[in-house]
């Protein structure tokens, strides 16, 4: 019998990283991000649902609809109800295509996402590029004990 061990390459399952906290779940990439509780704002942060700010009830779902109407279907809004209510495929592509930005606590700078402090950081310094930074720490430190040295450092 043969047994396979680490990364199986024609495995089915994809990973879901969260922007506010960090953490990577796997998941099989035949279930929705409902499934996984996951969902992206309209600027793109994937996160879990449980950093919505407000949750999911907090969402304007009719103010939203206006918002994806106006910007795709010249402000029809028919096809986002069904029976009077918001249709579940609404919901469903909003996990993935966003909500709005003022429920995200990172375009509100409740937190910051590893991916826009490096940015902010790699700007403030004034580099181009990781091979840039790496450059500059290879000529500014001799070893790296005395680059976390000068990390720890107040």
């Known amino acids: 019998m043969k047994t396979r061990e680490g990364f199986v ?11 506010v906290s960090g953490d990577t779940e796997p998941y099989h990439d035949s279930i929705g991000w409902s499934e996984i509780g996951a969902c992206a704002c309209e600027n793109g942060h994937n996160m879990w649902d449980r950093y919505i700010i407000g949750g ?9 609809i206006q918002e994806l109407a106006d910007k795709h279907d010249n402000g029809d809004t028919s096809s986002y109800y069904e029976d009077g209510e918001v249709h579940p495929d609404v919901i469903m592509e909003s996990r993935h295509e966003g ?9 509100q700078f409740q937190v910051m996402s590893e991916n826009d402090e490096y940015a902010y950081l790699q700007k403030l310094a004034g580099v181009k590029s990781k091979k840039e930074l790496l450059v500059q720490v290879k000529e500014q430190f001799q070893s790296y004990e005395e680059f976390q040295a000068f990390l720890k450092e107040k």
Not at 9 to 19: A, D, I, K, R, Y
């Open 9 to 19: 390459s024609h495995s089915s399952t994809t990973s879901f990283t969260c922007e």
């Open 56 to 64: 999911w009830s907090s969402i304007d779902w009719t103010e939203m």
């Open 99 to 107: 909500f709005p930005a003022k429920f995200c606590p990172i375009c």
